[in-house]
């Protein structure tokens, strides 16, 4: 589990580049005043901590009294958010128009109203180009506050010029902001639970999905409403798992980006999450040309300026090109060559570990310990399941639960029976108070309970019995998501078969292969 660092101040230090923090000291020394000397010295002092140390830092330098702390570091905190927006700004459209929107309100209160209009109309042609519909709207307003108070007779009809912006804009924020609030509730959901496990689920996923807005405006107008509108329906067919329409519309998402290049440097996070999307959609459906494809698009991007300058897309861009790395082995049944990622990755996770979330990490373990499984190494599986279970987290009630599936059978493996009749109650009795036991989960458990009190060479016509029951639950789509954690069916094979379970998926991937090449 990750050690956390709560302090704030601590954190933001720790994220700053070198070019950050020469940055800084250019902008905190231009007054040599003693109290700008003393957040400097503050500023040093955490930079050269590995972890926070209230104490030791006020051993080490007297000259902070304790009763200081507190306000240098809040003025500390001032400083370098305000360094860093200045060595920012042209980085970043928001910080651009924010700029641009004080400067007119400045203009406006010296009483110069006309250079303000003339700044305001500047604004708001910089917004339309980049879709930032929320900037029009503050343009409009403050806008609106010059004709109201003032005669400017800057244009005829002025007054309904305005009117008609206003509401055409008020419009589109109620249409964006509403599709925005789907998409985030949706994926919410889908984080504390995982996929869709029955009708009830299903019914409390269409409560959300299904609202006018989306219905209405299924061929909106404008980037925003498109984005969030193919997000929706993105979360909803993955949670449900329609794979199918999954992929259409997280092709939509890329596409969307694709149309209008400029707004992959506006919405870098949201282009790199669809690109993440796209190699998942292609991975439910063994896409394999395309997902190598779309993996080759994303290794490529992550080149780019725009993530290599930017600490937050380069957090995510290692997160979702690991995630797809892991896939594709699993894909390809090469689950041993996999293992050289997994130093790589915990790496990573070591450097990025104050800023990655829990369900990343999360995802992570499982994949990883579903590589050394796949692998034949059930023991060093354990080692990472162990950490999921071991994890005290309030989300992804899924993963838990197969986590503790998988280390069922991976202890099957290792041929700790005795220890299998004890964890398989308590197994069993998570899974139920979560609501995670479909008809593939307790034939599982049926198959284990006999498997604990069989002889090995009597278990294969268990096996061959399991696989059939198995077979006929996977066409059913609510029984799919057991399939998705665990390819159950390539390991009774590789029972039956008596060969690695690796061999088994490695085969069939070889297979579809050629069948997609011949097609």
């Not at 700008?36 to 006020?58: H, I, P, T």
């Not at 920012?88 to 007119?104: R, T, V």
């Not at 162990?386 to 059978?409: E, F």
Request: charged share 25%.
């Amino acid at each position: 589990m990750p050690n956390r660092t709560t302090d704030a101040l601590f954190q933001l230090i720790q994220s700053l580049e070198r070019a950050e923090k020469r940055n800084f000291k250019l902008y905190a020394t231009r007054n040599s005043n003693s109290g700008e000397r003393k957040v400097v010295e503050l500023f040093d002092a955490l930079d050269k901590m590995k972890q926070y140390d209230e104490n030791l830092l006020l051993k080490k330098h007297k000259s902070i009294q304790k009763k200081q702390l507190s306000n240098l570091k809040a003025a500390l905190y001032q400083e370098i958010l305000a360094s860093l927006r200045l060595l920012k700004q042209s980085d970043n459209i928001d910080l651009q128009l924010h700029e641009q929107l004080d400067f007119a309100r400045i203009l406006y209160n010296k009483g110069l109203y006309l250079q303000s209009l003339k700044m305001l109309d500047r604004i708001k042609e910089l917004a339309k180009t980049n879709n930032q519909v929320t900037y029009i709207q503050q343009v409009l307003f403050l806008e609106k506050k010059i004709e109201a108070l003032h005669i400017t007779r800057s244009m005829q009809d002025r007054a309904d010029q305005l009117c008609t912006e206003v509401d055409d804009t008020n419009n589109r924020l109620h249409i964006i902001s509403t599709l925005s609030n789907i998409s985030l509730l949706l994926y919410s959901w889908y984080i504390k639970n995982g996929h869709a496990r029955n009708e009830t689920d299903k019914q409390a996923l269409a409560a959300i999905f299904d609202n006018p807005v989306i219905h209405k405006y299924q061929h909106c107008e404008g980037f925003y409403e498109k984005l969030y509108l193919y997000q929706c329906h993105c979360w909803y067919a993955f949670i449900t798992q329609e794979f199918l329409l999954y992929y259409r519309y997280c092709q939509k998402w890329v596409d969307l980006f694709q149309e209008d290049p400029k707004m992959i440097q506006v919405e870098t996070a949201h282009y790199i999450k669809g690109i993440h999307n796209l190699l998942g959609a292609h991975f439910d459906l063994r896409n394999f040309k395309k997902f190598h494809h779309t993996i080759q698009t994303l290794e490529k991007f992550i080149q780019h300026p725009v993530v290599q300058q930017n600490q937050n897309n380069l957090i995510q861009c290692f997160t979702y090109l690991y995630t797809a790395k892991l896939n594709r082995h699993f894909m390809e049944g090469t689950f041993t060559k996999g293992l050289v990622l997994v130093p790589e990755i915990e790496g990573k996770l070591k450097e990025y570990e104050l800023y990655l979330d829990r369900h990343r990490v999360l995802v992570f373990y499982y994949k990883i310990a579903s590589l050394y499984f796949g692998s034949g190494n059930p023991e060093k599986s354990i080692d990472y399941l162990n950490r999921i279970i071991n994890w005290k987290v309030d989300l992804r009630t899924d993963l838990q639960c197969y986590a503790r599936l998988l280390h069922l059978i991976a202890h099957y493996e290792m041929g700790n029976l005795n220890l299998l009749e004890y964890l398989l109650k308590s197994v069993y009795r998570f899974m139920a108070k979560m609501q995670n036991l479909s008809a593939t989960e307790e034939a599982v458990f049926d198959f284990l309970r006999i498997a604990f009190r069989t002889s090995p060479r009597k278990m294969k016509p268990e096996f061959e019995r399991l696989l059939k029951k198995l077979q006929l639950l996977a066409n059913d789509r609510l029984e799919t998501r057991a399939f998705m954690y665990l390819d159950i069916l390539s390991w009774l094979e590789s029972k039956i078969q008596e060969k690695p379970v690796q061999t088994i998926i490695r085969q069939k991937y070889l297979e579809n292969k050629k069948r997609v090449s011949l097609d």
